[in-house]
């Protein structure tokens, strides 16, 4: 993204619309974009009105009136001169666009947005079997977003684990093998919004993957959030609520399942036997 410095008047609206703190009014007094911290998600260009107004015109018509102590501003939500301008991206930058914004589907999920539909679906995907325990770790927020370098430290030190990559999931698509869960060398440098890798391991090796995210978050220059799924017992009940608790984290459910769902890939029917 950037702003077209012809059409610009330094209205400074966009300033605030941009989740990561990308657009600043330079010193020519015009918007600009800082384009390394710019994720691509399209909330500038997308979420503002545009009028087409004359720059000359206007930013004269502005400069006259504070002259006199009175102001020209226009609504907060429009770029009243249309100069917040989308960039053609090529790769890897499109990989900015295809976590961050919403509306962009991904190539290896066609689900918009940074992830799979995770645990959310297990209904009826039954990713998480019984006695496993699946990860979200999320990477990143608006305001600071998350460098897929940073992404990659945390994957390389699950990989060397029992742990398994989703391998639908557009983090694990990144990686040149998931054995060793290396991210492509020429995404290092990429910065999202935020994404969200998922895994899982058997339920009695949750204990050291919480040590080891916990280990590596410490390096990281971005927040996490860390998530995990397990299937409850015949009586609703979780069965490592008191095991996360006892390593110090605190836990509580966030989402639940009813497991109401129409399964859409029935497992096979065991053969009756006589
Ligand atoms: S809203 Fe438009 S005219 Fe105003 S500062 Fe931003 S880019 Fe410039
Ligand atoms: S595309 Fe998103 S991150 Fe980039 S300047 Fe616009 S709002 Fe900010």
Known sequence: MHIDKKKCIGCANCVPVCPMGAIYIAQDRLAEVNSEVCVECQACY???????????????LRGLLAFFKLRFQPDPDICPTGAITRDELVWPRTLRRTFSDPLVPHESTGI????????????VTERIKEGEAGFTVEFGRPGIGAYFRDVDRVCRALAATAAVFEPENP???????????????????????????????K???????LKIVEREVNHLDTVVALGIAI????????????QIEALGFDAWRGKL?????????????????S
């Open 171 to 201: 983090v694990t698509v990144l990686m040149t093998d998931a054995k060793t869960g290396k991210i492509r060398e020429d995404v290092l440098n990429e910065k999202v919004l935020s994404c969200i890798l998922e895994f899982k391991v």
């Open 112 to 123: 918009g947005g940074r992830g799979t539909m995770e645990v959310k679906t297990n209904d």
């Open 231 to 242: 299937r409850c017992d015949a009586e609703g009940n979780d069965t490592v609520r008191k």
């Open 203 to 209: 339920i009695t090796e949750m204990p050291e993957m």
């Open 46 to 60: 997308r979420g503002m009105s545009v009028e087409n107004l004359p720059q000359q015109p206007t930013r004269f």
């Open 257 to 273: 399942n009813m497991g109401l769902g129409r399964r859409t890939n029935p497992q096979p029917v065991p053969e009756v036997k």
